[in-house]
């Protein structure tokens, strides 16, 4: 690494002003990382990583300027949201240059139904402001509140809605990127449709979205609603066969076995001991119908609650996706987690890991379309189903041999891991597009300046030299 020339931050101070430029302190180290701790084999590899300047450009004319003075000065950039993501995205491996675009925060436009948005705003405030113009995110991670839609397109694939709409990757969903490229002379390139794949879930290496268009779907009043039961496969006859009703206007169908909702300690006055349980996120004019047809499968429903509109807490989705993850780590350090996408068979390979694993493997399920965050890519080829259990099972980690150990098993009998203990890109899941990814990178990152290490695959890494990645 090299240091930070002087006459850099002071144009950069001259750029964005004093106070959006941090170059020491708790805040440099704050804004240097993201929930990368999440992930027992990232967090030894990633503590020691951080910027030598984090810049927050408030307007895209600046970061277009801040983009080209760290260009002529071959300076790494690294693109950040609201550092909700949890495989180090934005954690530089090289120092450099932390871009902080959390100021450019605008909702440009909602109309026709089609939110363009910069990429620092909150899927909270767009949520908001499309219910209220009588629309709703099609999909959204469980950070939604404070997650940015830029960091969420980089970094994230799906998430609460993605029972209905699939993830950011499925067909439609975003309308358009406008990227940033890093450049002496930094030009803006919009992708449209499906041309628009090729930039989402890379991590800021291939460009910078400085505009964002996605599609968004018709607003529903919703009930949030958990059930419980005694016996597991009885629970999950019921919420499986409820996932794959077209009827149902579904935003979200999670379950849990137990002792994962021990966890949740909000909710303790309201859970069966022992039981798991199951939640979703259902048409209110459906509600009703849904919690008889429980009680007809001996299932009992234990809270029935509506989605406030505008929303505001308590939400149920605070406790599924990654959130269940973090309730555990609460309760337990030693707990982490993997992202699975289970096959027709998802029962056999229940049991399964659980004859491998005894005791080392809690279920936690999703259910998703094909294209949905757990089956990425042309691994939605491998199940046919519309409707398939992904989940983000807890692992009590014991060592990292024994989690490759379990990764192994579960390449064994079908189970696709997208794995969330490595910060490279190409590691992290299936990219059947990485090819176009990495063209995409050529034309907008000359230098290979974005993000350097992180697309694995990328030959020229001006850095690789100075300090070898984890």
């Not at 910078?208 to 996605?214: R, T």
């Not at 189970?415 to 176009?436: M, S």
Request: hydrophobic share 40%; glycine share 10%.
């Amino acid at each position: 690494m090299h240091p930070m020339p002087e006459s850099l931050l002071a144009e950069l101070r001259a750029l964005v002003g004093a106070a959006h430029v941090i170059d020491a302190g708790d805040a440099l180290e704050k804004l240097s990382k993201d929930f990368y701790w999440y992930s027992p084999v990232l967090r030894p590899q990633l503590e020691d990583k951080r910027a030598d300047v984090i810049v927050r450009p408030g307007t895209v004319a600046e970061a277009t300027a801040v983009v080209a003075a760290c260009c002529r000065a071959r300076v790494p950039v690294v693109a950040r949201g609201a550092g909700t993501g949890n495989y180090g995205q934005c954690v530089p491996l090289y120092g450099g240059a932390v871009l902080d675009l959390s100021r450019l925060d605008r909702v440009l436009a909602l109309e026709g139904g089609v939110a363009r948005v910069e990429p620092g705003a909150r899927l909270g405030t767009i949520e908001t402001a499309a219910r209220a113009a009588g629309w709703e995110l099609r999909c959204m991670p469980s950070t939604w509140v404070k997650c940015t839609m830029g960091g969420f397109l980089c970094g994230g694939s799906g998430g609460i809605g993605s029972i209905t709409w699939g993830g950011n990757n499925a067909p439609g969903n975003v309308k358009s990127v406008t990227l940033l490229t890093c450049e002496e002379t930094p030009r803006l390139l919009r992708l449209e449709e499906g041309e628009s794949l090729r930039a989402l879930h890379t991590y800021g290496t291939t460009g910078l979205m400085v505009e964002i268009e996605v599609r968004l779907a018709p607003k529903i009043e919703y009930d949030q609603l958990i059930f419980s039961a005694p016996d597991w496969d009885r629970l999950l006859d019921w919420t499986d066969g409820a996932a794959r009703r077209g009827d149902w206007r579904k935003r979200l169908v999670t379950q849990f076995e137990w002792p994962i909702p021990s966890f949740f300690k909000p909710l303790q006055r309201i859970l069966r001991p022992g039981e798991p349980v199951t939640f979703l996120l259902l048409d209110r004019a459906q509600a009703e119908e849904a919690v008889a047809s429980s009680a007809a499968s001996g299932l009992a429903c234990v809270q029935r609650t509506p989605l406030p509109d505008p929303p505001r807490p308590p939400f149920i989705t605070d406790y599924t996706w990654n959130h269940t993850t973090l309730w555990a780590m609460k309760s337990d350090p030693a707990f982490t987690y993997l992202q699975a996408g289970f096959g027709p068979d998802f029962r056999g390979q229940f049991a399964e890991l659980r004859r491998r694993f005894p005791g080392e493997i809690l279920l936690h399920l999703e259910w998703t379309v094909g294209n949905a965050k757990m089956m990425r890519g042309n691994a939605a080829g491998l199940n046919p189903e519309a409707i398939v259990v992904g989940g983000i099972p807890l692992v009590h980690f014991r060592s990292e041999e024994r989690l490759r150990e379990i990764l192994r098993c579960c390449e064994e009998i079908g189970v696709f891991i997208a794995n969330p203990h490595t910060c490279f890109l190409e590691e992290g899941g299936r990219h059947p597009n990485i090819a176009d990814k990495r063209a995409l990178k050529d034309e907008v990152d000359p230098h290979g300046l974005l993000n350097p290490g992180k697309m694995k695959t990328y030959a020229h890494n001006p850095f690789a030299a100075d300090l070898a990645p984890p």
